[in-house]
């Protein structure tokens, strides 16, 4: 990095600065120079995927491909005793399908799904997971050393990464990491997921920590739908929307479980809404309702027809 020349104001500041040490070495005066604090780069981050714990595989494959995605035959993670099936975007988002095949290597995911399935975590692409890792540390957030995974499957490419995880957890169970995407087309027209809602104890708190670690904190929000104000957190082309509940939730939100995680609802864009609509109504026999949401005309999909995470597809999202 060059050096930058001073010059003008800088240069006065300079001298004026240098006249005061030295007069204040001539005079014995002892001076106790303070470091400003450190402002926090902007962190470079990406929404890039989100975990949907499920049971059986096949099945929940076939949920989705019912609901117009397309859905890839993924791998094994052998680290980890894992295996999953990918719904890739062409904004370079996207949901994987996950479960396990070694419950000791996996027994924190095998846990989860003993009780329930639905969203797991999140996981943000960034540039360094070493540089993340010291971020998370600066911020006073506990972060392991960057641990190398792999993904393996029938096709010849393979995939690696390193991933980063926050002690105590980030809202939405985030996870850091550095990998390699893919896209594809899908009958219902998705093109990426735009927000992630995820609820959280404090709002405060839970905004500030974001703020810590050099994110873009946008302005809250009102969101009808959820009776609360939200945190907008911009990560890449997407958002993670931080809200606290203020009342109890309605009957009508009864199937938005946020399944440990605290993951509420997946705001996915589409090119045609009413081609969306078309290909569910075909594939799964639903006839979906139009409602005005937080991103304009958006449809409503009940957890239960996605083993355990609420989505809504929008129109025209902002």
């Known amino acids: 990095m060059s050096r930058k020349i001073l010059t003008g104001r800088s240069c006065v500041i300079a001298k004026a ?29 990406n929404l890039e995927h989100v975990v949907i714990a499920v049971r059986d595989l096949a099945v929940a494959t076939t949920s989705y491909e019912r609901l117009g995605f397309t859905v890839t035959p993924g791998g094994s993670h052998p680290s980890g005793g894992t295996t999953g099936d990918g719904v890739f975007f062409s904004n370079g988002t996207y949901l994987e399908l ?17 009780k329930r399935e639905g969203p797991r975590s999140i996981a943000v692409e960034v540039p360094s997971a070493v540089a993340i890792r010291d971020s998370l540390h600066a911020a006073g957030i506990e972060g392991t050393e960057p641990t190398k995974g792999k993904w393996e499957s029938p096709s010849p490419v393979t995939k690696e990464w390193l991933t980063i995880d926050p002690k105590p957890a980030l809202p939405g169970n985030i996870f850091f990491i550095d990998y390699l995407k893919a896209s594809q087309s899908h009958p219902n ?19 500030h920590t974001f703020e810590r670690l050099g994110f873009s904190v946008g302005k809250q929000i009102q969101a009808p739908r959820f009776a ?3 945190q907008e957190v911009t990560l890449g082309k997407a958002s993670l929307m931080l809200m606290m509940a203020k009342e109890k939730r309605t009957e ?6 946020t399944a440990g995680s605290g993951i509420v609802c997946l705001s996915i864009m589409v090119q045609d809404l009413e081609a969306t ?42």
């Open 228 to 230: 609360t104000v939200v």
């Open 17 to 45: 600065a240098t006249l005061m040490l030295t007069a204040a070495i001539a005079s014995h005066t002892a001076i106790q120079i303070q470091a400003a604090p450190q402002v926090p780069s902007r962190t470079t981050a």
């Open 277 to 318: 609509r078309a290909v569910i109504k075909a594939r799964s026999g639903r006839t979906l309702e139009v409602y005005q949401g937080f991103y304009g005309n958006s449809v409503p999909i009940p957890a239960n027809l996605t083993h355990g995470i609420a989505i809504e597809f929008a129109q025209n999202a902002r």
């Open 98 to 114: 996950l479960t396990f095949y070694d419950r000791d290597k996996a027994a924190d995911l095998a846990k989860f799904l003993g």
């Open 252 to 257: 009508s939100h009864s199937d938005e479980d």
């Open 189 to 207: 027209t998705a093109t990426g997921i735009r927000s992630v809602w995820v609820m959280v104890k404090d709002l405060q708190e839970a905004t």
